[in-house]
């Protein structure tokens, strides 16, 4: 799945925000019939002061959201370019250079060191 230049690792995981919105619903359902039996004040005006941002209402908002970001999360969105491997045939060469002492003896010209790095080069 690509979306804007990103797409998900485990696009599976977005299913479960289709089924997000019904299980909130359910979960608050449940809670208020849990806490029906204590009733504060009244009933009347607590219903017509309830709004669409109350202080009941808000807190579930919140867990939707929470629940929402941990599924696209899950998910996992990336951007960028995918990473190809490529193999190339490559040549290794390794260099093993004697640098003691003996090296400066001057059987060679101008000495062994200088004519192997001449010979390297």
Do not use: Y
């Not at 998900?8 to 299913?15: E, G, R, S, T």
């Not at 289709?18 to 009244?42: F, I, Q, Y």
């Amino acid at each position: 799945m690509n979306l804007l230049g990103i797409h998900f690792a485990d696009p599976v995981w977005l299913l479960g925000i289709g089924l997000l919105p019904a299980l909130t619903v359910a979960l608050w359902s449940l809670s208020r019939a849990k806490h029906s039996t204590l009733s504060l004040g009244n009933p009347r005006l607590v219903e017509a002061a309830a709004t669409l941002f109350s202080a009941q209402l808000v807190p579930w908002a919140l867990r939707f959201l929470v629940l929402l970001l941990c599924l696209v999360a899950a998910a996992r969105p990336q951007s960028g370019r995918k990473k190809v491997e490529e193999k190339k045939p490559v040549t290794d060469l390794f260099v093993a250079l004697d640098v003691s002492g003996s090296m400066i003896t001057n059987d060679l010209k101008p000495n062994r060191i200088t004519a192997a790095k001449k010979l390297l080069s």
